[in-house]
């Protein structure tokens, strides 16, 4: 079992940055994949950033290339997500998970198999 906790979150203005952290405990990571997700109002939940845990390794989804960037701490078993210029559309709850599988391109909710319970970010204009 692996137990993840995020911070972080608020309200922000268009414009700002935040950085979540995500704390993970449990089992040891191995080859296991951390993603951050994104559900905003009404919408289904969407992969924003991912890194490899044992491998330098990361993924950023286009739509927030050049703004997010996903870092982790091995020696702290935490993870990041720098958000930097953020705007009202990025607002909505943020999620980090573990891909037992390693891989960082998963789009797939069901292939994610740890959640933590979410911090949430509102943007304002």
């Known amino acids: 079992q692996v137990q993840l906790a995020e911070s972080g979150g608020g309200l922000a203005q268009a414009g700002d940055s935040l950085r979540l952290s995500c704390a993970i405990s449990g089992r040891a990571l191995g080859s296991y994949a951390l993603g951050w997700f994104r559900q905003a109002p009404g919408k289904e939940r969407e992969l924003l950033a991912a890194t490899g845990w044992g491998v330098d390794r990361t993924h950023v989804v286009d739509s927030v290339k050049g703004r997010f960037t996903v870092s982790k701490d091995n020696g702290k078993n935490m993870v990041y997500l720098q958000m930097n210029s953020l705007k009202p559309d990025d607002t909505g709850l943020y999620y980090c998970?573990?891909?037992?599988?390693?891989?960082?391109?998963?789009?797939?909710?069901?292939?994610?198999?740890?959640w933590g319970q979410g911090t949430q970010v509102t943007v304002s204009s």
């Open positions: 998970a573990v891909n037992r599988y390693g891989s960082i391109w998963s789009e797939e909710i069901d292939q994610w198999d740890y």
